[in-house]
Each structure stands twice: as structure tokens, then as C-alpha cells.
């Protein structure tokens, strides 16, 4: 069985342009997460979504936003990027049942800014 | 409310015993634990959903208070590949799962 995938590996981005990251969950899974592992900070939560919708967002400002689709897959977006925001962006799927999401996380898509 | 991991750092020798605690300023409805290793992505060690439970991963196990809103993950002869960096996980009652910011386990030979 297919795990968590996630597109691209690598992003190379300047500052004040926008970054879009993919997630594929794994099969059966609803629920996608999305967290920013920066240097140091652990990780941070970024974004919840489940069944297509978002049911919580991390502090973290408007520029970063996502999207859930109908197969459950899940795009990240971060605009008008800044130095802070490179960080390894980690996608986790889990079946969403409150209380038992347990979490398979995705080997990450690591952003830089320059 | 990010939950507070401690100790941030533990150095052992193989087969000594460590204790990583976690706590919470929120009310929690679940405690999850994962470890990282170095370049790879985290992955699920336990999960803890009532006051008092204790759970078992092969020499790892783990505890969670409710009432003190506490975890503790208990790593008992610790082995090489126990070395990686550990995070506890709250989860509230609306399904938000939130992490520490790490604890950082090297096992020496």
C-alpha cells in the first residue's frame, strides 16, 4: 500500500513569490494535516483538513492556505514568501476519527527561500 | 497552547533507561507519540486516550495522567536505534492534533 506522497522534494523559491505543495494521502485516509518543521521548532501546525473542509488552522498568517480535493488529496499554498518560511513542510494523513488520529506523516517537501 | 516536552536533550548509553515527559496547559483529549529520525519522517510510536493508561511499544511504553494533563514516555534499555528525536502530540476535543517542540534522544554504543 501506497503511503503519504508528497510533490516536490525540493522547492527553491525567492522572496515574494508563491509556493504550492502537494499531498497525496493514503488510501481510505479523509483527514490531511500539514505541518512546518522548522530548525529547532519542532512542529508547528499549520493546517487541519477533513472531508474537504478545513477544521482548524496553526497561527500562521493568511498567506499560507490550502485546499482539500475530492479524492482527498491536499495543496499547500504559501504567497508572497519570506526568509522565515523555509522550513521542511510535512503532509500527515489519518482515517479522522476524532480520538484515534493517528497520523502517517508524508517524507516532506523541503522549501527554501532566497 | 503548544504542549512542553522535557527534557530537550538526553545522551544514554545502550541498555541505560530514560523518561521524556509532556504537559499541557489544556484540557486533552488524547496524548500520541512519534519519533523522527534524523532525514526520515516521523512516525507513530503510541497512542494514550485515558487518565492513568498505560500503553507498550516493545521496551517503550507510556503513561498519561489526565487530570494533571501529563505524559510521560518511558524508554526502558535503551538500544541504538532508540536514537532520534521524540514528540508527544495533544489532541483536543475538537480532533487538533498539536505537537512539542522535541526531545532529542542519542544512545551511545
Known amino acids: 500500500e501506497a503511503g503519504v506522497t508528497q510533490s516536490p522534494t525540493h522547492l527553491i523559491k525567492t522572496r515574494g513569490q508563491q509556493a504550492t505543495l502537494r499531498c497525496s494521502p493514503i488510501?481510505?485516509?479523509?483527514?490531511v494535516y500539514w505541518y512546518q518543521q522548522a530548525l529547532g521548532l519542532g512542529l508547528q501546525f499549520l493546517l487541519w483538513y477533513d472531508e474537504g473542509e478545513e477544521r482548524n488552522r496553526g497561527n500562521f498568517p493568511p498567506r499560507f492556505s490550502g485546499r482539500q480535493f475530492p479524492n482527498y488529496s491536499s495543496e499547500l499554498n504559501v504567497n508572497a514568501l519570506e526568509l522565515e518560511d523555509s522550513a521542511l513542510y510535512l503532509c500527515?494523513?489519518?482515517?479522522?476519527?476524532?480520538?484515534?488520529?493517528?497520523?502517517?506523516f508524508g517524507a516532506g517537501s523541503r522549501l527554501t527561500v532566497l | 497552547q503548544q504542549p512542553v516536552q522535557s527534557p530537550q536533550a538526553v545522551i544514554l548509553r545502550e541498555g541505560e533507561d530514560a523518561v521524556i515527559n509532556c504537559s499541557s496547559s489544556k484540557a486533552l483529549y488524547s496524548v500520541h507519540w512519534y519519533r523522527q529520525k534524523h532525514g526520515e519522517a516521523p512516525v507513530f510510536l503510541m497512542i494514550l486516550l485515558k487518565g492513568g493508561e498505560q500503553k507498550g511499544h516493545e521496551k517503550i511504553s507510556a503513561s498519561f495522567n489526565e487530570k494533571k494533563q501529563q505524559s510521560s514516555l518511558y524508554l526502558t534499555a535503551s538500544q541504538l536505534s532508540y536514537s532520534g528525536t521524540y514528540f508527544c502530540?495533544?489532541?483536543?476535543?475538537?480532533?487538533?492534533?498539536?505537537f512539542g517542540q522535541g526531545t532529542t534522544l542519542q544512545v551511545k554504543p
Open positions: 502530540g495533544t489532541e483536543d476535543n475538537t480532533g487538533k492534533l498539536i
Open positions: 500527515a494523513s489519518s482515517l479522522g476519527q476524532s480520538g484515534a488520529n493517528v497520523l502517517t
Open positions: 488510501s481510505g485516509h479523509t483527514s
